[in-house]
């Protein structure tokens, strides 16, 4: 069995019009949102065994500020290639994680994340998915299972979201 969080980044700031998107940084409500989640999956003992994280500062700010929270960093792969790549990407992304990894979390974007975790789990019919359906607001997790030995089985309609936590229901 296999477990896929999928973490959007937390509200970024839009202050510095001179900034590139790359390098934007949180918003203060961005930084309050990513503790609230490390603190959620901490109390809910999920654990990733591997992070894959999106290079964009407001990615690499939120993962930060999840393990902060969850109380340890688990190890970490910064990947340019999860900026703004599209759902099929990110999905051959993860179909070549290590076997090792149980669970796995990808730190990464929308439209990215919204499309790939509504494919990995269009045929749960759960009230979470109609959820995860309308929108992947930022900051949200969204976590899934998979009857599956291999990343490389992980296929469209294979999951099954059994979590989607929002920052604002936590507040």
Same mark, same amino acid.
């Given at each position: 069995?296999?477990t896929l969080c999928l973490l959007r980044h937390a509200k970024s700031a839009w202050d510095d019009a001179g900034l590139s998107d790359h390098d934007r940084p949180l918003a203060p409500r961005g930084i309050v949102a990513a503790g609230l989640v490390g603190r959620y999956l901490k109390e809910h003992g999920v654990r990733p065994d591997l992070v894959? =994280?999106? !290079?964009?500062?407001?990615?690499?700010?939120?993962? @930060?500020?999840? !393990?902060?929270?969850?109380?340890?960093?688990?190890?970490?792969? $910064?990947?340019? +290639?999860? $900026?703004?790549?599209?759902?099929?990407?990110?999905?051959?992304? *993860?179909?070549?994680?290590?076997?090792?990894? +149980? !669970?796995?979390?990808?730190?990464?974007?929308?439209?990215?994340?919204?499309?790939?975790?509504?494919?990995?789990? @269009? &045929?749960? +019919?759960?009230?979470?998915?109609?959820?995860?359906? @309308?929108?992947?607001?930022?900051?949200? =997790? %969204? *976590?899934?299972?998979? @009857?599956?030995?291999?990343?490389?089985?992980?296929?469209?309609?294979?999951?099954?979201?059994?979590?989607?936590?929002?920052? &604002? %229901?936590? %507040?």
């Amino acid at each position: 069995m296999k477990t896929l969080c999928l973490l959007r980044h937390a509200k970024s700031a839009w202050d510095d019009a001179g900034l590139s998107d790359h390098d934007r940084p949180l918003a203060p409500r961005g930084i309050v949102a990513a503790g609230l989640v490390g603190r959620y999956l901490k109390e809910h003992g999920v654990r990733p065994d591997l992070v894959l =994280c999106s !290079t964009a500062r407001r990615a690499v700010e939120t993962f @930060e500020l999840l !393990t902060e929270a969850m109380g340890d960093a688990p190890p970490a792969e $910064y990947d340019e +290639g999860l $900026y703004l790549t599209g759902a099929p990407a990110l999905l051959e992304r *993860i179909r070549t994680a290590p076997d090792s990894a +149980g !669970t796995l979390m990808l730190v990464a974007h929308n439209p990215d994340l919204h499309a790939l975790g509504t494919r990995l789990a @269009e &045929r749960d +019919g759960s009230k979470r998915l109609r959820s995860l359906q @309308e929108k992947f607001p930022t900051g949200a =997790c %969204a *976590i899934l299972a998979f @009857e599956a030995a291999h990343w490389r089985d992980v296929a469209p309609g294979t999951g099954r979201l059994v979590d989607f936590v929002l920052p &604002r %229901a936590l %507040a």
